[in-house]
């Protein structure tokens, strides 16, 4: 519209045509964005003709529609503050609130108490506390997908290729001892000597936030999603695990888990999208349903690190 002034109510999809998420959409559904912008004057129509409207010129106008313009591929992370010191970035879903007791972080070796995150700056203030964070090398707040955390536990469960360096090759080693546990496939729940239980999928931090979501009451609470595991409670057993997960195999809802309203705030073009539809992008973009979906359907096994027998 920007480029041709006006444009047709029903020509312009001729242009998007064959972009995928255009594509994969019904007619209807996106009729209804277009009804949607129509209202809130995004979008002016004067015969059949499509426009810029005035919140549009609003909401994206200055700088000479920059926002519309640019295009970015990178996660949109958010900035960490202490006070006017930044601490570093974390990914949007690291922040999602936690359900008991406040959300903790661990950046520059320090653990920190979010306070508050504004989402249009992207910027997450906190303070000093004494808690813990997330202190194991395996968690992390940057997410990894799903291929690379499963070619993590194959590059364990493996010998190191020759060019490794000797120290590169020791560390290696000392890592495949201490998942010696490892299965072929499938994922594995360990309890650990300490008394702590984790499950360990190796799905990456998106999926593991969905399946924490799953979890419910077997999740251990601060809930602090990670890359490779998720940390449940204590006394959890296999059978537990397996009939939680059990009841969820089927639901339909795999990315439905709850979207902070202030969250959508900054989620780019959120102001075109109603409100459920912006929830629901938002949450897809937050999650790895396929991933979800796999660790679902594959096999899990028991381990306890308490002695050195283990059982399985």
Known sequence: ????????????????????????????????????????SMLIEDQGMLSIGEEAERAFGRRHFMELMSVFT?????????????????????????????????????????????????????????????????????????????????????????????????????????FSWLPEEGTSLIREADGTVRWWTFAGLLANSTLGELLGPLLRQPARPENFSIRLQDRTTIDELRLRLGNVRNDDALIAFSVDDDALQGMKFSECLPLALAHRVLAARSSDADSVRTCLSQRIESTSLADDRGST
């Open 1 to 40: 519209m920007l480029q041709e002034k006006r444009v047709g109510r029903r020509s312009w999809k001729q242009w998007l045509a064959g972009v995928p998420g255009f594509a994969q959409m019904a007619d209807a559904h996106i009729d209804d964005l277009v009804d949607f912008m129509l209202e809130e």
């Open 74 to 178: 990178s996660d949109p992370l958010v900035s960490v503050w202490h006070g006017r010191s930044e601490l570093g970035v974390v990914h949007p879903v690291a922040l999602r609130a936690a359900k008991e007791g406040p959300l903790i972080l661990l950046l520059g070796g320090r653990s920190w108490q979010l306070n508050q995150v504004d989402w249009v700056r992207r910027r997450a203030y906190v303070e000093a506390t004494h808690e813990k964070g997330r202190t194991r090398w395996m968690g992390t707040s940057t997410p990894l997908r799903f291929e690379l955390c499963r070619a993590v536990a194959s590059a364990l469960r493996s010998d190191g290729p020759s060019v490794l360096s000797r120290r590169a090759h020791d560390k290696h080693e000392e890592l495949r001892s201490t």
